[in-house]
């Protein structure tokens, strides 16, 4: 899945005027006004829309629509949900622990520790940070995978190898030089997890819950491996040129390091208000996460990637997290710098956009709910189509400009 760089323009250039300005109402959620937002999502055509919502002490979590497009059962708020690359914030941060434990440099060579997965020139060349900031120029193994919905399908039931998908990637051309410049892709984040397991000889899904997922109690948060169902409660998962076809079993090997967990909107919260507050990471080294690269480089005021985490601009200041995309669940989690102020919210229906030119009802009406969330007291809902962002996405139907899917 590619950074939302719409996002990130759409968001910034809303009026100031439009919006409460920091501090507006801190300590205060506007209930009511969030559910407004909230149920507005589903009106504009989505299934299912869930969301929890944080103001310093103060908590709030809601669901809107239904869980399943064809038997009624209403969204849950605690529902569990595909979180895509939303994992690469979790894998990025057990990476940096590795460095804060002394095992591993940020600028180490990967062929150091992966010599026959990278090697020769390549390998010398791109450091561990290079992957964690999307600038090793590494092509995006998901361009070249989904090229058909026939390749969904395919998807769907097999098993993917981390080095098959790497491999993939390395047959890609190279995007740019190592070091040069920021090019999203999910190739870097496979190559992350098989870094965890070269240096400390456990799965990358052992060492997240070990180092993260235990010690924060995330209960709803996992790595699947290659079992397709979603343990747990959740609802449906639908790729809108599928149809009301329910896509929730599906085999995230695909995903791997870079897109496979599954959590909940309050456990993100809870994960991202521990990263941000220094809870997981030395000082220097979360300063380390935080350096960013531009995402836009002719706009580098419009957005930056960290290490596993980008910032955004936003009428309420800077807000920092990750969205995450894959077939028929999309992500977002974004968060002030003191992690005062939270939003983490997801749907159960992704690709919608498929060969339209303008802003979906959807789009609208869910980053709407979002600004609303971060920008309390914010008259927010009577925006029009000039704050819509286009969602994640990165990989193009052969013969057609409409995005198919990513993790």
């Not at 504009?44 to 908590?59: C, E, M």
């Not at 300063?287 to 960290?306: F, I, K, N, S």
Request: hydrophobic share 40%.
């Amino acid at each position: 899945m590619a950074t939302s760089l719409t996002l990130v323009a759409t968001i910034a250039v809303v009026p100031a005027s439009a919006v409460a300005q920091p501090g507006a109402s801190a300590g205060k959620l506007d209930r009511a006004e969030l559910r407004a937002a909230l149920a507005a999502v589903p009106e504009a055509g989505v299934p299912g829309v869930l969301a929890a919502v944080r103001d310093g002490r103060h908590d709030w979590q809601g669901a809107a629509g239904q869980a399943f497009v064809t038997k009624p059962r209403p969204m849950q708020p605690q529902m569990r949900h595909r979180i895509g690359s939303v994992t690469k914030t979790f894998v990025a941060t057990t990476v940096l622990q590795l460095v804060d434990d002394g095992r591993l440099g940020l600028d180490d060579p990967i062929g150091q520790r992966l010599p026959d997965v990278v090697p020769g020139e390549l390998g010398t060349q791109v450091t561990v940070r290079m992957l964690l900031n999307h600038t090793s120029g590494i092509g995006n193994y998901t361009n070249a995978m989904i090229d058909s919905y026939a390749a969904i399908d395919r998807m769907q039931v097999t098993t993917y190898a981390p080095a098959e998908l790497v491999a993939m990637g390395l047959a890609m051309p190279p995007t740019n030089a190592p070091g040069e410049r920021f090019s999203y892709s999910n190739t870097n984040y496979v190559l992350a997890g098989m870094l965890i397991e070269a240096v400390t000889g456990n799965s990358t899904a052992a060492e997240v819950q070990r180092r993260i997922l235990r010690p924060l109690k995330l209960t709803g948060t996992s790595f699947p491996g290659t079992d397709p169902t979603i343990r747990g409660p959740h609802g449906g998962a639908y790729f809108a040129p599928f149809g009301v076809r329910d896509m929730s079993e599906f085999n995230m090997s695909w995903g791997g390091a870079a897109g496979e967990m599954i959590s909940t909107t309050a456990d993100l919260n809870t994960f991202f208000r521990a990263l941000l507050r220094g809870d997981l990471l030395r000082p220097a080294t979360l300063d380390q996460m935080l350096t960013r690269v531009p995402m836009v480089p002719e706009l580098p005021a419009a957005g930056g990637y960290g290490l596993g985490i980008y910032s955004l601009p936003t009428p309420c200041g800077e807000f920092w997290g990750h969205d995450g995309a894959v077939i028929g669940h999309l992500t977002y989690s974004l968060h002030s710098r003191d992690a005062a102020r939270q939003v983490s919210s997801g749907i159960n229906l992704s690709h919608y956009q498929l060969g339209l030119p303008d802003a979906h009802p959807i789009d609208i009406a869910w980053q709407t709910f979002v600004l609303t969330a971060i920008c309390p007291a914010s008259g927010v809902n009577s925006r029009s189509a000039q704050a819509a962002p286009q969602l994640p996405s990165v990989t193009r139907m052969p013969g057609n400009d409409a995005v198919v899917a990513g993790p």
